[in-house]
């Protein structure tokens, strides 16, 4: 029997106790690094007083726990059961481009390499007249002011711990502009690489940060990858602010396919003006506990976004999906669609709310969310969420879990399928009719080898 104390559990007391010095420590371990970070860093006075506003932020702020709604489904602790050493401690091997998965050599390159840019694996020549797609640390010290402007809309009180400690800790990542009226015809690929380099086991954690700036009437089509060259310990905390002016459009895509012993933290921040589009495809293949946070501001009339994700987690996986649409103005529109394919003891989570308010007539927003479990112990958790204040809307939203058709599963069968072959080709039409909508090619051709591969060797 395990002793209680005033009627609570000796381990609930012990697990608060430990969970506290936890964060004691890891609080007094990022600050030696917020402090190291300073001291190195020679920058403009207004981000540096940013990311003191933002480390004050994360401390008291502190980890948070699965006691908050947000946090209900996700366990961060193992997280933070390390000690991390900075992305700037680790040097950089040479590396094999041909181990990289590159999608198309055609594209325009941005590559990083445990969280420091990489020149020579990156690929920038042709650019269009006026677009800027280069390293962050680089345009912060050439001082580009629209840069500037756009990290000092930052509000660290308004962060969760993780974008507080991305504020105070980034050192790196992409910054893309791209003026107004310019079409971008070939795709912007930012490629985060993670690479054991010779024998360093201390696990490094990369804070990135990306700043993208679409101009009035621009186009493009940008992809951002996360992979490793092993599978080790690491983590990478990444935030992402776009910013859309009116007319613009962005297809943007998040490809994630981190080694199975990370940790991926992933926010991003979407402004979008009158009858800018936004169309984003997430993929989530990799890391042992990953999250996307997505909050978009459709600020004013005529806004479009379009929001598909893909999900496929096995072993003891753990992937998250929160996103937020606030529609702020009148004639927006937002479509969701996630799916997750979930095996062995691996769980997912899909939070979804859309805020359509007051004065935003003429609204139409739908969220599906669809979760295909492949064994007894995977687990999934949705909560689709609408919250209207209009009465001139198209709103609806919908949430599904399940496991194969047994019928559908027989009468392959009966056909002279074999079980394995039908499940796998079931699971496989299930994620086909979301994978066929993703409009760039490699993408979509690399999710079905992935998928296809994945399931013939279950």
Known sequence: MTPTLNGNRWDDTWTKLESNFMTTMLQTNFSKMFQTLLAQKNEPGWLTALRREAMESFELIGLPTQEEEDWRYTNVQPIFSQEYQPESARTQDPIDM???????????????????????????????????????????????????????????????????????????????????????????????????????????????????????????????????????????????????????????????????????????????????????????????????????????????????????????????????IDHKKPRGTSKQLYKGILDGHASGAFSGKILIREGAQQTDAEQVNKNLLLSDFAKADTKPQLEIFADDVKATHGAAIGQLNEEEIFYLRSRGMREDNACSLLTFGFASDLVEKITLAPIRWELDRVFWTRLQEK
């Open 98 to 324: 041909n181990r990289l998965e590159l999608g198309n050599y055609q594209w325009h390159r941005l590559v990083f390499v445990n969280g420091n840019f990489s020149k020579e694996l990156s690929s920038l020549e042709n650019m269009p007249k006026g677009v800027v797609i280069q390293s962050l640390a680089q345009a912060l010290q050439e001082g580009a002011p629209a840069l500037e402007a756009q990290i000092k809309k930052s509000t660290p009180a308004q962060m969760n711990a993780f974008g507080a400690l991305n504020l105070a800790l980034f050192q790196d990542g992409a910054f893309i502009h791209i003026p107004e009226k310019t079409k971008v015809e070939i795709p912007l690929h930012v490629l985060f690489v993670s690479h054991r380099c010779g024998s360093a086991h201390e696990p490094v954690m990369a804070n990135v940060k990306n700043i993208i700036l679409a101009g009035a009437g621009s186009a493009a089509t940008i992809v951002t990858s996360f992979l490793s060259l092993e599978d080790f310990l690491y983590f990478n905390n990444v935030s992402t602010d776009v910013f859309l002016a009116p007319g613009a459009s962005v297809d943007f895509y998040d490809d994630q396919k981190e080694s199975i012993q990370a940790f991926h933290m992933a926010s991003a921040k979407v402004h979008l003006e009158k009858d800018a589009r936004f169309h984003s495809t997430s993929v989530a293949l990799g890391a042992s506990i990953s999250r996307n946070d997505l909050h978009l501001d459709l600020d004013a009339e005529g806004a479009v976004c379009d929001l598909k994700g893909i999900y496929f987690a096995t072993g003891y996986q753990h992937v998250d999906n929160h996103l937020f």
